[in-house]
T-cell receptor, first 115, second 113 residues
Framework: AQTVTQSQPEMSVQEAETVTLSCTYD???????LFWYKQPPSRQMILVIR??????QNATENRFSVNFQKAAKSFSLKISDSQLGDAAMYFC????????????FGTGTSLTVIP | NAGVTQTPKFQVLKTGQSMTLQCAQD?????MSWYRQDPGMGLRLIHY???????DQGEVPNGYNVSRSTTEDFPLRLLSAAPSQTSVYFC????????????FGPGTRLTVT
């Protein structure tokens, strides 16, 4: 089974600053998809950004961007101009592009935004 | 379009009791899954289904049963609740064979005393 590792249980950032959350994964597949989900205190899981492994270009969604390093099996999330509403738990997830549709999640990073 | 719905939102059970967590989606998704979320452990897959009549075990299936009689519904049954099953439970759905993300329900917080 694939494994997803988030090595930073907690991170903090000053409002308006930039923060990067780390994620690494272990796989022997060449076709797969990667996601970052946000879970605010409301508990609802919200998709932040998605990256297809076959795409070399890093995905961007407004203030959120990723640094996808396929050879290093690294998928970090950069949040620019951090806002108080960005405070949440962030989960990295992997989905196989092959016959299995299973998702694998990391253990999460709790992000605090300091006013 | 309600997305993924889960009931109840909160539940307290006594050890040994059984119950069913309900999950439904209206997006015609083939893939549905149940996760439990515990502090420091992320989301762990309990059971999943790739279509009506097809279910399979995930990482932590013991103590749980599922069935998938329709595309829309995927209930999770706790057979004999134990304190170790105290957790937050999420149901999710997605299309298969696509890069699509999973859509999550709002979660059920279950406490077993």
């Amino acid at each position: 089974a694939q494994t997803v590792t988030q090595s930073q249980p907690e991170m903090s950032v000053q409002e308006a600053e930039t923060v990067t959350l780390s994620c690494t994964y272990d796989t022997s597949e060449s076709d797969y998809y990667l996601f970052w989900y946000k879970q605010p205190p409301s508990r609802q899981m919200i998709l932040v950004i998605r990256q297809e492994a076959y795409k070399q270009q890093n995905a961007t969604e407004n203030r959120f961007s990723v640094n996808f390093q396929k050879a290093a099996k690294s998928f970090s999330l950069k949040i620019s101009d951090s806002q108080l509403g960005d405070a949440a738990m962030y989960f990295c997830a992997y989905r196989s592009g092959g016959s299995s549709d299973q998702f694998y999640f990391g253990t999460g990073t709790s992000l605090t935004v300091i006013p | 379009n309600a997305g993924v719905t889960q009931t109840p939102k909160f539940q307290v059970l006594k050890t040994g009791q059984s119950m069913t967590l309900q999950c439904a989606q209206d997006m015609n998704h083939e893939y549905m899954s149940w996760y439990r979320q515990d502090p420091g452990m992320g989301l762990r897959l309990i059971h999943y289904s790739v279509g009506a009549g097809i279910t399979d075990q995930g990482e932590v299936p013991n103590g749980y049963n599922v069935s998938r009689s329709t595309t829309e519904d995927f209930p999770l049954r706790l057979l004999s609740a134990a304190p170790s099953q105290t957790s937050v439970y999420f149901c999710a759905s997605s299309r298969t064979r696509t890069p699509g993300e999973q859509y999550f329900g709002p979660g059920t917080r279950l406490t077993v005393t």
